[in-house]
Every structure is written in C-alpha cells, then in structure tokens.
T-cell receptor
C-alpha cells in the first residue's frame, strides 16, 4: 500500500534562513506527489505537485520540492523563510497505477519561523 | 469563484444525536472525498465518491454515512455509532486525472 512519512513533527527556522521539510514515500508504480499547507482552522491549500519531468518542482509562495527517486524522497524547500510561512505542511502521494484518485497523507510537519 | 463550500464551520452535537455536514462544489469535479483530521494523525479517509450515485468506504467509515445524489453535493452524516466524533472534517474534490485535491475550509465538530 502506498504511504508517505514525514519524520519531523516540527521544524524550527529563523526568518531569512533556508527551510527544508522532509517527506519520503512508498508506492508501487509511478508516484504522484503533492505538498499542501494548512493554516489554523482552515482547509488544505495546494502548494505543488510532481507528476513527471524535472525533479525540481516550483510551486506557490516561493516553495519548491525536489523529487529523488533513488531515495524515494520529495522534500519541500524554500531559500528564505518568512514568519508567514509558519503553518502545518502535509506531503501526500497517489499511486497512478491503481486508477483510483485517492491521496494518502503524511502526519504533517509544523513549521515555525521565528522573527 | 469556483470552490468547495463546507457548512457549518463549527458544529456542536449532543451524544446520541446524528448530525450532517454539508459539502458543495461548483468545480464540476467528478470525485469527492471526506477526511477526518485529528492532531498528530494527519488526514484519514472516511468515504469517497467517484461518480454520482456511487460511493465507497475509506479507511475509517464506521459510524459515518454519505450520499451522492448530485454531482455538486456530498453530505456526510456522523451517526451516534461513531465513538469519538470530535474532530475537524475536511471535504475535497478532484477533477482530471493527475490533478490535486481542492479542499473546503472544514467543519469542526464537537460533541458536548
């Protein structure tokens, strides 16, 4: 069964520093990978996705993610963090070989950016 | 603007009562989903529907029921059989294959 793991419950970074939120996946077949962000008491907002093509995917709000097939990872990155980036981040995977559009989510990583 | 509307935003229920959470989308998406979110557990799939008049159980369907009579609507009923219903409920939809989900803003259900 497909799954994703987010090994860090929380990531702390100072404003202006680069940030990385980690995600590894396990799926049979070709993965479709997603990152979402959630602000308090809100739904999830789409950041970016990897389907095929370049391993470096650029998304919303200056975020990017690097797909690494050999390490089965899809880490979220941003060169310079903002305090407003503080939120809960979810990685998700969908196995496109199943024909069913179910997303499986990680447990989430809370990002705290300090001024 | 196109999107998903969930209502109400906050809902309080007495033990033993059934409650229905509304989810409406105007994105012309075929597939719709209900997830439950609890702290530290991520999102867990309750039910999903890929077309009108068809729906399937997700990973934690016990104590819940759904209907899909219209493409735009996918209401979720939390029944009295659900042992621990207090949670944040999220509705989502998706259209073309390969696309991501669009989420509603959620309903926070509290049992009092």
């Amino acid at each position: 069964a497909q799954s994703v793991a987010q090994p860090e419950d929380q990531v702390n970074v100072a404003e202006g520093n680069p940030l990385t939120v980690k995600c590894t996946y396990s799926v049979s077949g070709n993965p479709y990978l997603f990152w979402y962000v959630q602000y308090p008491n809100r739904g999830l907002q789409f950041l970016l996705k990897y389907i095929t093509g370049d391993n470096l995917v650029k998304g919303s709000y200056g975020f990017e993610a690097e797909f690494n097939k050999s390490q089965t990872s899809f880490h979220l990155k941003k060169p310079s963090a903002l305090v407003s980036d503080s939120a809960l981040y979810f990685c998700a995977v969908r196995d496109m070989n199943t024909g069913f559009q179910k997303l499986v989510f990680g447990t989430g990583t809370r990002l705290l950016v300090s001024p | 603007d196109g999107g998903i509307t969930q209502s109400p935003k906050y809902l309080f229920r007495k033990e033993g009562q059934n409650v229905t959470l509304s989810c409406e989308q105007n994105l012309n998406h075929d597939a719709m989903y209900w997830y439950r979110q609890d702290p530290g557990q991520g999102l867990r799939l309750i039910y999903y529907s890929q077309i009108v008049n068809d729906f399937q159980k997700g990973d934690i369907a016990e104590g819940y029921s759904v209907s899909r009579e219209k493409k735009e609507s996918f209401p979720l009923t939390v029944t009295s059989a659900q042992k621990n219903p207090t949670a944040f409920y999220l509705c989502a939809s998706t259209g073309a294959l390969g696309g991501g989900y669009t989420f509603g803003s959620g309903t926070r259900l509290t049992v009092v």
